[in-house]
């Protein structure tokens, strides 16, 4: 039974229209993340976060914008979609391990 | 700063093979390093881990050494099976209250029946 949720698993959506990819926890843990998932499989840091109201930028540079209101919750947002936003979100917490999330499959047409 | 390097994929291997799957890694500390395992659709899993030198760690037949000496984590299998098919990914977390993951590119494995 998974800990973590991403929802939705898969959106495709039009261009210009501002989406929000959620992600929760039950774990009650400080430390959530987003990576990119690139059709390469490679994987790109584009947020984190070390708890309510902290939220720092990660390794690759993204258009999108995170918040942290409650522990649980760790949404991420694009204001405006783009064809290059398409690709797989995957969110992640940390407690004792990392536990990460089934992903968003984001297809922007 | 931190880095893992993988081999090169994508890798094909015919059932009950024997996999070996090179993982390097740069790191300006002691590091704890991980194998995690991506199977189609789905997220990320914790296939095995070691968070020293010389420790062994192990998960579902699949083993990887922590060599300080070589700064390497090979991931090993002596019989791969179909199910085996996924991404795998090699990363490294240092031990600091906010450290982060860093993976290495990943590799495909298709194992044929």
């Known amino acids: 039974e998974a800990d973590i949720y991403q929802t939705p698993r898969y959106l495709v959506i039009g261009t210009g229209k501002k989406i929000t990819l959620e992600c929760s926890q039950t774990?009650?843990?400080?430390?959530m993340y987003w990576y990119q998932q690139d059709p390469g499989m490679e994987l790109h840091l584009i947020h984190y976060?070390?708890?309510?109201?902290?939220?720092e930028k990660g390794d690759l540079s993204s258009e999108s914008t995170v918040s942290r209101i409650r522990t649980e919750h760790f949404p991420l947002t694009l204001e405006s979609a783009r064809p290059s936003h398409t690709s797989q979100y995957l969110c992640a917490c940390r407690g004792d391990g990392y536990t990460f999330g089934s992903g968003t499959r984001l297809t922007v047409v | 700063g931190n880095s893992v390097t993988q081999m090169e994929g994508p890798v094909t291997l015919s059932e009950e093979a024997f996999l070996t799957i090179n993982c390097t890694y740069t790191a300006t500390g002691y590091p704890s390093l991980f194998w995690y395992v991506q199977y189609p659709g789905e997220g990320l899993q914790l296939l095995l881990k070691a968070t020293k030198a010389d420790d062994k760690g192990s998960n579902k037949g699949f083993e990887a050494t922590y060599r300080k000496e070589t700064t390497s984590f090979h991931l090993e299998k002596g019989s791969v099976q179909v199910s085996d098919s996924a991404v795998y990914f090699c990363a490294l977390s240092e031990y600091r209250a906010n450290s982060k993951l860093t993976f290495g590119k990943g590799i495909t494995l298709s194992v044929r029946p």
């Open positions: 976060s070390y708890g309510v109201n902290s939220t």
């Open positions: 774990m009650g843990h400080d430390k």
